[in-house]
Structures are given as C-alpha cells and as structure tokens.
C-alpha cells in the first residue's frame, strides 16, 4: 500500500522552528520528486516547496523562501522540510505529495499521492 505519512508538526511561537518529515512507505521515494503544500482554513492549498528525486534541485514559493529549507534522505525513505522564523500566516496543515512526472511544480494537480498532513500552528 502506497502511504505517505507526516509528522512534526505543533504549536510553536512566533520566529519559532519546527522540522517537518514526511515518510514513504509501499514505495521508494528516490523516483519522485516531492512537493511540501499547505492550507490554512477558508484558503486554497498552496504550493510551498518542492525537491527534485535526487535533492540537487529545490524550489520555495516566495512567501517561504529564505526561511524553509526542503532537504530528503533517499536512504531513509524521508523528505524533510525544515521551518525557520515562522510566522502567524505560516499557520496551515501542511501536506508533502509525491509526482512521478519529474518536473519542478508547486501545482497541487501534478502529484500522485498525497499524505494526511500535520498542524502547524504558530501563536502566541
């Protein structure tokens, strides 16, 4: 059974850090590239970062860039999304996703399979 499973989330305060995973199981991930979304409640999910399948290649959405670092482990089955100064709007259940189609994308309709998310919530 092909399964995606994240975890890491939390509360955390304003400038905070938290590290996300997102582990592959029923499949190996070295063949994916993997894509981090999230969605915050009454909004759209949105395309937040995204890995190539051998990690040389990472694309952030402007509102993360310089503060979210995408980095996997292919010997691990696990991509990571590492989180820095975090803000209020940072706020969603973040979702990873894996696509076969092996092209850079924070399009939400080009991935395969998704996991079942994790809160994050940053407040004060």
């Known amino acids: 059974q092909v399964q995606l499973v994240e975890s890491g989330g939390g509360l955390v305060q304003p400038g905070g850090s938290l590290r996300l995973s997102c582990a592959a199981s029923?499949?190996?991930?070295?063949?994916?590239?993997i894509g981090w979304f999230r969605q915050a409640p009454g909004k759209e999910r949105e395309g937040v970062s995204c890995?190539?399948?051998?990690?040389?290649?990472?694309y952030y959405a402007d509102s993360v860039k310089g503060r979210f670092i995408i980095s996997r482990d292919n010997a691990k089955n696990t991509v990571y999304l590492h989180m820095d100064s975090l803000k209020l709007e940072d706020t969603a259940v973040y979702y990873c996703?894996?696509?076969?189609?092996?092209?850079?994308?924070?399009?939400?309709?080009?991935?395969?399979?998704w996991g079942q998310g994790t809160q994050v919530t940053v407040s004060s």
């Open positions: 996703a894996a696509t076969s189609r092996l092209r850079v994308s924070l399009r939400s309709s080009e991935y395969d399979y």
């Open positions: 029923g499949f190996t991930l070295d063949r994916y590239y």
């Open positions: 890995i190539t399948s051998s990690g040389t290649i990472t």
